[in-house]
């Protein structure tokens, strides 16, 4: 069984992937998940995304997001919303993209006051490209996560994250476990 950040963040090592992966780490264990999680950074292919087709590289990305069992989608919070990055790359998913895959919705702030974007916005979109969204989405505050990358140690943040996988674990067992081949 799999797991997978998807990040909408058009720069490249940022607090979107450390949140997502992150996040990924915990959520996975609350499922009962083992592995490392995979990541797939829209900002390397965000100049390919309109390319007609999809080229090669974008149909491989989307192959990967489809066949996971647990994604966890990371967004900075843009507008108060996630990013059109995100959105071009969902677009390009058929209806249903994503029955079967276990969904995670994350969006990274910079103020409290767009806490509710994550469930308003995010969460439904999975839900549409049919992904189950067990749990809410999770609304972090970017002071809350490092800004080195992904290979740091965010201790702030799994304070956060802790309490919340807890909270999930028996949903996020009982979907992924339903899910999975």
């Given at each position: 069984m799999t797991t997978t950040v998807l990040v909408g963040n058009p720069r490249p090592h940022s607090r979107t992937a450390t949140a997502g992966?992150?996040?990924a780490g915990h959520a996975a264990r609350a499922a009962g998940l083992t592995g490392e999680a995979d990541l797939l950074d829209l900002a390397g292919l965000q100049q390919r995304l309109l390319t007609p087709g999809p080229p090669p590289?974008?149909?491989?990305?989307l192959e990967r997001v489809r066949a996971t069992d647990l994604l966890v989608v990371a967004s900075p919070t843009y507008k108060a919303t996630?990013?059109?990055?995100?959105k071009v790359f969902l677009d390009l998913l058929p209806a249903g993209g994503l029955d079967g895959v276990t969904a995670v919705p994350v969006l990274v702030m910079g103020s409290p006051a767009h806490t509710l974007a994550v469930d308003v916005h995010l969460r439904p979109l999975l839900l549409e490209l049919g992904a189950a969204v067990p749990t809410p989405g999770l609304a972090l505050l970017?002071?809350?996560?490092p800004p080195e990358g992904p290979a740091v140690a965010a201790?702030?943040?799994d304070e956060v994250l802790a309490?919340?996988?807890a909270g999930a674990?028996?949903?996020l067992r009982a979907t992924v476990r339903t899910s999975a081949p």
């Open positions: 992966l992150a996040v590289e974008v149909a491989a990305a996630y990013t059109g990055l995100l970017q002071d809350t996560i201790p702030r943040l309490p919340w996988a674990a028996p949903a």
